[in-house]
């Protein structure tokens, strides 16, 4: 476990690669925010977590099984890493923040994956669009 990284995953360097591509701007892991968010777009007011589907048990996908060794330990944690992401998720909230979350196997259909973010985007009525690319008239 050890090896398992918590920055800089393959599914967290594709949202960051569809972001750009949208001509989003963004900043990655801000310190003093609660929960550790991956994205965080601050005109929007928008954090986005890229979460593992086996780790925070992203319901009804193949990635998210349960090991058939030590059962209770794994369903004890489990069960803590939905809890804290719920909290942290609330924390956020009620510092006026919008919180999605991408998970992994969104990130596998990289077609599937700007619609998604596009969707999140567009939820956020009323914010100004972030965008690198500007046009000259």
Not at 35 to 47: E, H, M, S, T
Not at 73 to 100: C, I, P, T
Not at 126 to 134: A, E, K, L, T, V
Request: aromatic share 10%; charged share 35%; with cysteine.
């Amino acid at each position: 476990m050890s090896r398992i990284r918590s920055k800089d995953t393959q599914p967290e360097k594709l949202v960051r690669s569809a972001l750009r591509r949208l001509g989003y701007r963004f900043r990655t892991y801000p310190p003093k925010l609660p929960g550790k968010p991956d994205i965080v777009i601050a005109r929007r007011r928008l954090l986005i977590f890229v979460h593992g589907c086996f780790w925070h048990r992203h319901r009804a996908c193949e990635f998210a099984y349960t090991p058939k060794s030590r059962v209770s330990f794994w369903q004890k944690k489990f069960r803590e890493n939905v809890e804290r992401d719920r909290k942290k998720a609330n924390e956020l909230k009620k510092l006026g923040w919008r919180v999605s979350v991408i998970w992994e196997c969104e990130t596998k259909d990289f077609a599937r994956l700007e619609r998604k973010i596009r969707s999140i985007l567009r939820s956020s009525a009323g914010r100004p669009m972030q965008s690198s690319h500007r046009s000259i008239t």
